[in-house]
């Protein structure tokens, strides 16, 4: 066995002789050849810059999402203004956890989406709606990481199917999917979760809750999200899509700068471990 | 073909059966001919005024059987982009979706949208190559591409032979000249988008006189940012049936006024199927 980090690994020459990149009929042979290094080609192996939980519900009639601003460098908050729920079409959104310079791209290839299927004549078709925006970037996550390079993200995709009811769906960096009433990304997948499903603990029972349940909930999660996890920020942005059931029509409203109100910090002087100089 | 004296020059001396031959007195034949298909399709419009920029054209319904409302001509390329264009619809197609492309490329390598004159820079180096080789022939088009970007409206008009032209009114088609001489009534530095609008409905319903035997259906987008958001689209139902009205009170009164009036004689070759 060779030691040396760069062959880690490999049989040592003096005994095997030198390695035949053509025995397993590889594809990079030629570009060993030329660039004379053994060193395998290495994709994303961990996120950079990251952004920490997106969180969000489904009620009656419609969904809630909201996702705070920060992006991280490791434990240092880097950035305070990153926004991590995006816009598509008129009644989609899609909030992203996970490495921000993905969460960019990703942001750009549903731009390009977004102009092709409804910028460019629409003849009466059909728009944009979530569910396939949800297809399109599980399809795109799963590709990538079937090619050994993953976009770093979670995502959660929230909105309306084409029969108008709330529509949320989750796909993450492995390609894997799922739907639930309540989602959460990261930590907020330990935190919040619990209590989304105080309000809401099975699937179905979304439809007994209204918007300013869900939203109280949304609040008090992003509060113990920043209490408890400490990649958050005090900043969020919430997005709420409802069917307005008088006139038919979806109506979307997009709040950011919104802060976490009620913080109350005395339960903070009982904290033990983590580091506290308390005993 | 026409009575052979008009085309003098071309018939006969084989210097027209080929794109990119030159004739002995300097002109390219073909991309003639392709202006002269474009002579022949339904008119085109654009408005430039202070505020944005107005899109028309005058869609010849070729059958009743078309549904109404539908088969748009007026594209967009890009979301502060429109085209228009008179001649062979297929050729206007694929002209557009290069334009499309080209400003897909462009925002993937810059992150901004394409101004319009790098549009216009990169579609024109496009439509004059097919000027160049045997193999393919000229764009039977005549494009007018409007929009809005960091520096404010614009207007273009592409032609067959690759060159294009900043306009502040341009006019294409079959009815152009009736529309050229309109427009250049319009006194565009204080023309508001509403009023161009309705400038615009009622130059393509004077543009159709020519061809009066065929039914039209008016297709205008606008692209503002007052009204818009910078966005190219098709303007609002009421503000299009307000412009249609508008265009046919004008055309009473212009009946009373002249009785005669009649523009320029440029329709008379034969029927053909473009528009």
Same mark, same amino acid.
Request: hydrophobic share 30%; with cysteine.
């Given at each position: 066995?060779?030691?040396?980090?760069?062959?880690?690994?490999?049989?040592?020459?003096? =005994?095997?002789?030198?390695?035949?990149?053509?025995?397993?009929?590889?594809?990079?042979?030629?570009?060993?050849?030329?660039?004379?290094?053994?060193?395998?080609?290495?994709?994303?192996?961990?996120?950079?810059?990251?952004?920490?939980?997106?969180?969000?519900? #489904?009620?009656?009639?419609?969904?809630?999402?909201?996702?705070?601003?920060?992006?991280?460098?490791?434990?240092?908050?880097?950035?305070?203004?990153?926004?991590?729920?995006? #816009?598509?079409?008129?009644?989609?959104? =899609?909030?992203?956890?996970?490495?921000?310079?993905?969460?960019?791209?990703?942001?750009?290839?549903?731009?390009?989406?977004?102009?092709?299927?409804?910028?460019?004549?629409?003849?009466?078709?059909?728009?944009?709606?979530?569910?396939?925006?949800?297809?399109?970037?599980?399809?795109?996550?799963?590709?990538?990481?079937?090619?050994?390079?993953?976009?770093?993200?979670?995502?959660?995709?929230?909105?309306?199917?084409?029969?108008? #009811?709330?529509?949320?769906?989750?796909?993450?960096?492995?390609?894997?999917?799922?739907?639930?009433?309540?989602?959460?990304?990261?930590?907020?997948?330990?935190?919040?979760?619990?209590?989304?499903?105080?309000?809401?603990?099975?699937?179905?029972?979304?439809?007994?809750?209204?918007?300013?349940?869900?939203?109280?909930?949304?609040?008090?999660?992003?509060?113990?999200?920043?209490?408890?996890?400490?990649?958050?920020?005090?900043?969020?942005?919430?997005?709420?899509?409802?069917?307005?059931?008088?006139?038919?029509?979806?109506?979307?409203?997009?709040?950011?700068?919104?802060?976490?109100?009620?913080?109350?910090?005395?339960?903070?002087?009982?904290?033990?471990?983590?580091?506290?100089?308390?005993? | 073909?026409?009575?052979?004296?008009?085309?003098?020059?071309?018939?006969?001396?084989?210097?027209?059966?080929?794109?990119?031959?030159?004739?002995?007195?300097?002109?390219?034949?073909?991309?003639?001919?392709?202006?002269?298909?474009?002579?022949?399709? $339904?008119?085109?419009?654009?408005?430039?005024?202070?505020?944005?920029?107005?899109?028309?054209?005058?869609?010849?319904?070729?059958?009743?059987?078309?549904?109404?409302?539908?088969?748009?001509?007026?594209?967009?390329?890009?979301?502060?982009?429109?085209?228009?264009?008179?001649?062979?619809?297929?050729?206007?197609?694929?002209?557009?979706?290069?334009?499309?492309?080209?400003?897909?490329?462009?925002?993937?390598?810059?992150?901004?949208?394409?101004?319009?004159?790098?549009?216009?820079?990169?579609?024109?180096?496009?439509?004059?190559?097919?000027?160049?080789?045997?193999?393919?022939?000229?764009?039977?088009?005549?494009?007018?591409?409007?929009?809005?970007?960091?520096? $404010?409206?614009?207007?273009?008009?592409?032609?067959?032979?690759?060159?294009?032209?900043?306009?502040?009114?341009?006019?294409?088609?079959?009815?152009?000249?009736?529309?050229?001489?309109?427009?250049?009534?319009?006194?565009?530095?204080?023309?508001?988008?509403?009023?161009?609008?309705?400038?615009?409905?009622?130059?393509?319903?004077?543009?159709?006189?020519?061809?009066?035997?065929?039914?039209?259906?008016?297709?205008?987008?606008?692209?503002?940012?007052?009204?818009?958001?910078?966005?190219?689209?098709?303007?609002?139902?009421?503000?299009?049936?307000?412009?249609?009205?508008?265009?046919?009170?004008?055309?009473?009164?212009?009946?009373?006024?002249?009785?005669?009036?009649? $523009?320029?004689?440029?329709?008379?070759?034969?029927?053909?199927?473009?528009?």
């Amino acid at each position: 066995m060779n030691h040396d980090p760069y062959y880690w690994g490999r049989p040592s020459d003096e =005994v095997y002789g030198q390695y035949n990149y053509n025995i397993a009929n590889a594809k990079n042979v030629e570009q060993h050849n030329q660039n004379n290094s053994n060193f395998p080609k290495m994709n994303t192996q961990q996120p950079i810059i990251t952004g920490t939980s997106v969180i969000s519900s #489904k009620f009656k009639n419609g969904i809630i999402i909201a996702a705070d601003n920060v992006g991280s460098y490791g434990s240092l908050m880097r950035f305070n203004n990153i926004e991590r729920l995006i #816009k598509v079409g008129s009644q989609t959104i =899609v909030g992203i956890s996970g490495d921000i310079s993905d969460l960019q791209y990703i942001q750009r290839i549903l731009d390009e989406l977004e102009i092709q299927q409804e910028v460019y004549d629409n003849d009466g078709g059909d728009f944009l709606i979530a569910p396939n925006v949800h297809e399109y970037l599980s399809r795109v996550m799963y590709n990538r990481r079937s090619n050994m390079n993953p976009l770093w993200n979670s995502i959660i995709v929230a909105g309306f199917d084409s029969e108008k #009811k709330p529509f949320l769906r989750y796909v993450d960096l492995l390609g894997v999917t799922y739907h639930a009433s309540t989602i959460a990304t990261g930590f907020g997948s330990h935190l919040a979760i619990p209590l989304l499903r105080n309000l809401i603990p099975e699937n179905k029972d979304y439809i007994n809750v209204n918007e300013e349940q869900a939203k109280k909930v949304i609040e008090d999660s992003m509060r113990v999200l920043f209490y408890r996890d400490a990649r958050s920020g005090e900043v969020y942005s919430y997005a709420v899509i409802r069917l307005n059931e008088e006139t038919g029509k979806i109506e979307f409203e997009f709040n950011k700068k919104t802060k976490v109100e009620d913080q109350k910090w005395r339960f903070a002087k009982d904290i033990r471990g983590y580091g506290s100089t308390q005993h | 073909m026409k009575s052979t004296n008009i085309y003098l020059t071309s018939i006969g001396t084989g210097y027209d059966l080929s794109n990119s031959v030159f004739s002995p007195d300097g002109r390219n034949f073909q991309v003639e001919y392709a202006m002269k298909a474009v002579e022949n399709g $339904g008119t085109s419009i654009g408005i430039k005024c202070k505020d944005g920029i107005v899109l028309a054209c005058e869609k010849i319904i070729n059958s009743k059987l078309l549904v109404p409302g539908k088969n748009k001509r007026i594209q967009t390329v890009d979301r502060h982009l429109g085209v228009v264009y008179s001649g062979l619809l297929p050729d206007g197609r694929h002209f557009v979706n290069r334009c499309r492309e080209e400003s897909q490329s462009f925002k993937s390598i810059f992150k901004i949208p394409i101004p319009v004159p790098n549009l216009l820079d990169r579609i024109g180096l496009y439509v004059q190559n097919y000027t160049c080789y045997n193999s393919v022939r000229p764009f039977g088009i005549v494009g007018i591409i409007g929009g809005i970007d960091d520096n $404010g409206s614009h207007l273009y008009m592409v032609e067959p032979s690759g060159s294009f032209w900043g306009y502040s009114g341009a006019a294409t088609g079959k009815g152009r000249q009736i529309a050229k001489s309109e427009l250049e009534k319009l006194k565009f530095d204080d023309l508001n988008i509403k009023d161009a609008i309705k400038q615009a409905a009622r130059i393509i319903s004077l543009a159709h006189e020519d061809n009066k035997d065929k039914d039209y259906e008016l297709e205008i987008s606008w692209c503002s940012k007052e009204f818009t958001n910078g966005k190219h689209e098709f303007i609002p139902i009421e503000l299009l049936e307000e412009a249609k009205k508008f265009a046919e009170e004008d055309e009473g009164d212009e009946d009373e006024d002249e009785e005669e009036g009649e $523009g320029e004689g440029e329709g008379e070759g034969e029927d053909t199927e473009m528009n």
